[in-house]
């Protein structure tokens, strides 16, 4: 995420206060539209789970007075249609969700073998389902390393009864073939659906719950913690995971010495996914790479466009300051800028507001490359950006509002800084903000599992957070 840094570089900040995040720099809500939605993928996977169930053989011996000992097998037993229509979805607050399906469908096909002393026959079997009620509780918790976990509390099924038609010569026969057939298939297709349930959850979801990155390393010297703070809860309509959504040192981690404000994910929308992305995520950032040396930045004439007529040396600044051209004739400068004090963050309803501080340290080089100091400015600037959404990713485009200077230290005599207002501006609008909205155009990919596409995208300043929202489609 290197544009996290570029974004901060235009804040400096650095947090002064004292006190303990308790509320989570990431709150992700996944609403019942979502959450219906994911049950429809698992009973999609179900569904194409049975069709490729094998049913065991059903075989044994019977003693009849006719026909004395008979033996008999119902063999390649195969499901061929598979129907879940009615799915509901239940959320206990605080207590996790259950899902319920009934109505469900199966139809099935095999062969069956009968034979005795006096008889051998054979023919078809067709049997369907018009109804079946399974119900599955889930509970959500976070394992050591802070990543989600999910396990089933309890599963049932049940089949009240199967249609059963039965095809060949001996149709007096038909009547024996269902009495064995039906209760072994409703037993065995019972126990199938939660084992499958089961095997979905242990084979597809509680993988993926594992692979989960808890963290993710931007840089150098600086990784970002998406961990749960605490396990995932569930509200009457929602299922919220709280993450801790924090930038930390990766050579030497400490914590941020200032709390994240509360975020209100409220659900005035109707999209599937909402994640709030609060300002401490933000914070948390700028005092990382304050402590790592991110967020200051040097200036010197090769980063000019080569096609602009304003050069960054002592000819053109002592064009505004006499003194210094007559002091340091025809030598490059050097700008050295650094954070000095936390930025004021505000969002407004389209764009994120930044006043920041810092200090301009000016530098004459000389022919041997020695640095000579000139003056230290302090600065204080306000930086827009407008936040956008394009292909599923987020952009934005800093612009400068204003600058206001006051010096701090002349080692060439006084002079009025005002008359550097427009080179700052020139160089922090031609040098600086380029470099960084250059990355920013192509906008930064979301954190998504893969196969998801978004759709119906919002993207919302709100107080102290950023609100996203989407609808997703797995494909």
């Known amino acids: 995420m290197k544009w996290a840094a570029h974004l901060l570089f235009g804040t400096f900040f650095l947090h002064p206060l004292s006190v303990w995040p308790t509320n989570p720099g990431f709150k992700t809500k996944i609403t019942t539209k979502g959450i219906d939605y994911g049950c429809k993928i698992v009973m999609s996977v179900l569904r194409n789970r049975l069709l490729d169930v094998r049913i065991p053989d059903i075989s044994g011996n019977k003693q009849s007075t006719v026909l004395q000992e008979l033996q008999y097998n119902i063999s390649s037993i195969t499901i061929s249609k598979v129907n879940f229509p009615d799915t509901s979805v239940n959320l206990v607050s605080n207590v996790g969700l259950k899902v319920a399906f009934s109505l469900g469908y199966i139809e099935m096909n095999g062969n069956w073998y009968i034979k005795s002393k006096i008889l051998r026959s054979h023919g ?15 509970r959500f918790g976070k394992d050591d390393a ?34 064995w057939f039906e209760p072994s ?108 040396g991110g967020l200051s930045i040097n200036i010197t004439d090769d980063m000019l466009p080569d096609n602009s007529r304003i050069r960054f040396n002592t000819e053109t600044i002592g064009t505004l300051i006499p003194q210094m051209k007559k002091m340091y004739p025809v030598m490059k400068m050097k700008l050295q800028l650094t954070a000095d004090s936390a930025p004021s963050m505000a969002f407004l309803s389209d764009k994120i507001t930044l006043t920041t501080s810092g200090d301009i340290y000016a530098f004459a080089i000389l022919p ?108």
């Open 124 to 138: 078809k079997v067709n049997a369907q389902i018009n109804s079946i009620a399974t119900s599955i509780f889930l």
């Open 146 to 179: 802070g990543r989600p976990t999910m396990f089933i509390m309890d599963c049932s099924s049940y089949i009240a009864k199967l249609q059963v038609h039965v095809f060949g010569k001996s149709s007096w026969l038909y009547n024996l073939i269902i009495r």
């Open 185 to 292: 298939i409703r037993k065995y297709l019972s126990g199938k659906i939660c084992f499958e349930l089961k095997k979905i959850l242990n084979e597809k979801i509680y993988p993926f719950l594992q692979t989960v990155p808890v963290t993710k390393e931007v840089g150098r010297y600086v990784g970002i913690d998406y961990s749960l703070t605490s396990p995932p809860f569930v509200t009457n309509n929602s299922l919220n995971l709280p993450l801790k959504g924090e930038f930390y040192n990766l050579l030497h981690r400490t914590d941020i010495p200032f709390s994240a404000p509360a975020m209100n994910i409220f659900s005035g929308h109707e999209r599937m996914l909402s994640i709030g992305i609060s300002e401490y995520f933000f914070n948390s950032a700028g005092y990382v790479l304050n402590s790592v």
């Open 368 to 475: 041997n490359s020695t640095l000579i100091p000139l003056f230290n400015v302090k600065l204080k600037a306000q930086i827009t950006t407008p936040v956008g959404i394009k292909d599923d990713k987020i952009t934005g485009k800093l612009t400068l509002d204003r600058v206001e200077l006051s010096l701090k230290k002349s080692n060439i005599g006084p002079f009025q800084v005002n008359c550097l207002q427009s080179g700052i501006d020139f160089l922090i609008s031609i040098v600086i903000l380029p470099r960084i909205n250059t990355d920013l155009a192509k906008g930064y990919s979301l954190p998504l599992i893969d196969h998801i596409k978004l759709s119906n995208l919002i993207l919302q300043p709100h107080k102290s957070f950023l609100l996203f929202a989407t609808d997703i489609t797995y494909y």
